[in-house]
């Protein structure tokens, strides 16, 4: 007497025509997807660029603000000046400039003739010691101003310089803060770049999703079952591993990386491609090494290692991962370390995993 199952593909047959056909439709569904996923992103693209872009802009306006103290410091060691208080405003003023912070409520109105923009950013905004100021009108003219009291050396006094010269210094040290390009075209083939990719990760769940109905199809139930847990828990690790990297380890390499730059006293240009691509490999780098307890779950299931070798072999484990924490991520110690450390505790993860998980092989068929 024949066996009876439940399974829901046991009465239908497939020729290898039909099978052929089934994909053909898959993956033109896939492809439409795709093409309307792109279409979005090509929309949306300059918010892409601009969320993708985030890191590197906080990270240079961070070490445009660390230069600019040092600066301040080595002028007063140097000079031993004593109007501390000066300086800090003035600093103070350095870092509303080159952050695009707005401009003081009670600065005077720009001229009829000039356009707004361009009287803001030609007007600088200065505060000095009312005993400095008038010191220095007595050293030009003593016969009509005198000498200023002592008294003077505790208040301020605001001035405000305006000059074409101030407004091509702010654009100067502004292209400090942002990616540059380095030919004509580079910054339209970025945008596609950065479009599609977006777009592929868009339409990844729908082109997964027709993939899975062609290939479900040859599956038993509880294969079927095994697939839906574990690929929804690869899906979390992988989302969780590429966040980690966009929101924890950039910020601590990108400081790492530029702090090099000032050490050897160089400016850095960062390329928008090149930036594109790091800010694209990294995350997904990340996202993949993030799979380590279902790669340990995958090799119990097909019998080639068990919890205890996991157990016994731990420290030879930790160096295999920081050898691949290496390998995987930039020349540098910092990704390096973000990298190894969790994935030691991924590992102990996937030996909880796999202890918790049934004993047998959950690629054995299931009897009626």
């Not at 600088?124 to 009291?149: G, K, M």
């Not at 990844?204 to 828990?233: D, N």
């Not at 090799?299 to 016994?312: G, N, Q």
Request: glycine share 4%.
């Amino acid at each position: 007497m024949a066996r009876q199952s439940k399974d829901l593909f046991d009465d239908s047959t497939m020729t290898f025509g039909e099978h052929l056909e089934a994909l053909r439709y898959h993956l033109f569904m896939a492809l439409i997807g795709l093409i309307l996923a792109v279409g979005v992103c090509l929309y949306y693209g300059e918010a892409i660029v601009r969320f993708v872009r985030e890191p590197i802009n906080a990270a240079l306006q961070d070490y445009s603000r660390t230069q600019q103290d040092e600066r301040i410091k080595v002028m007063d060691d140097v000079q031993n000046l004593s109007q501390e208080e000066w300086y800090e405003e003035l600093g103070d003023w350095f870092q509303r400039l080159w952050s695009g912070a707005p401009e003081e409520p009670d600065e005077p109105e720009p001229e009829e003739e000039t356009d707004a923009p361009t009287a803001r950013s030609s007007a600088l905004r200065i505060a000095v010691t009312a005993y400095d100021l008038l010191n220095a009108l007595h050293e030009a003219l003593p016969e009509t101003h005198p000498e200023p009291p002592e008294s003077a050396r505790d208040r301020e006094v605001s001035l405000t310089l305006n000059a074409p010269e101030f407004s091509q210094f702010r654009a100067a040290a502004n292209q400090t803060l942002e990616p540059v390009t380095f030919n004509v075209q580079e910054a339209f083939m970025t945008y596609l770049k950065v479009s599609l990719i977006a777009g592929i990760v868009l339409a990844s769940p729908w082109i997964f999703y027709q993939l899975w109905l062609f290939v479900a199809a040859g599956l038993y139930q509880h294969e079927r079952k095994f697939v839906y847990i574990y690929g929804t828990m690869s899906l979390f690790l992988f989302i969780v591993g590429c966040a980690f990297c966009f929101y924890a380890v950039f910020p601590l390499v990108l400081k790492f990386l530029l702090s090099i730059n000032a050490r050897l006293g160089v400016t850095p240009q960062i390329r928008l491609s090149e930036w594109i691509s790091f800010a694209v490999v990294l995350p997904l780098m990340f996202g993949i090494s993030f799979q380590l307890p279902l790669v340990m779950r995958f090799l119990t299931a097909i019998s080639i290692f068990d919890v205890e070798v996991y157990r016994t072999k731990r420290r030879l484990a930790i160096l295999v991962i920081a050898f691949l924490s290496m390998v995987l991520t930039p020349a540098e110690p910092a990704s390096m370390v973000m990298m190894m450390i969790p994935l030691i505790f991924l590992y102990e993860l996937g030996i909880v995993l796999c202890s918790y998980s049934a004993r047998r092989n959950p690629f054995e068929g299931q009897e009626a």
